[in-house]
């Protein structure tokens, strides 16, 4: 079992920057990924970015590159994305999500087997 705790939503406005973090425990050795989702009201899931849990590559969805990074603490097991210039469409609830198994698709959902509790990032105009 792998447990996920996010921190750092808020409210900001747009232009702004936030850093959300997401701490891991439990089953830590047997973590491939750990990625970054998120949810509009009324939207699907969507992935944002995701990093390999040992070798620190990483991916971005087209609509977060060049604004989000996505960055690992392997002695903390924590994991954290830094969102700037942030603009309203990014409003959502931001999920950590980890894998405990390999797979080449780090852009769907299904494919991760672990879940956070989900924490609320709203950017104002």
């Known amino acids: 079992q792998v447990q996920l705790v996010e921190s750092g939503g808020g409210l900001v406005q747009a232009g702004g920057s936030l850093r959300l973090s997401c701490a891991a425990s439990?089953?830590?050795?047997?973590?491939?990924?750990m990625g970054w989702f998120r949810q509009a009201p009324g939207k699907e899931r969507e992935f944002a970015a995701a990093?390999?849990?040992?070798?620190?590559?990483?991916y971005y969805a087209d609509s977060v590159k060049g604004r989000f990074t996505i960055s690992r603490d392997n002695a903390k097991n924590t994991v954290y994305l830094q969102m700037n210039s942030l603009k309203p469409d990014d409003t959502a609830v931001y999920y950590c999500?980890?894998?405990?198994?390999?797979?080449?698709?780090?852009?769907?959902?299904?494919?991760?087997?672990?879940w956070g509790q989900g924490t609320q990032v709203t950017v104002s105009s």
């Open positions: 439990g089953r830590i050795f047997s973590m491939y990924v």
């Open positions: 990093i390999d849990w040992s070798g620190g590559s990483t």
């Open positions: 999500a980890a894998r405990t198994y390999y797979s080449k698709n780090y852009y769907l959902p299904f494919e991760y087997n672990y």
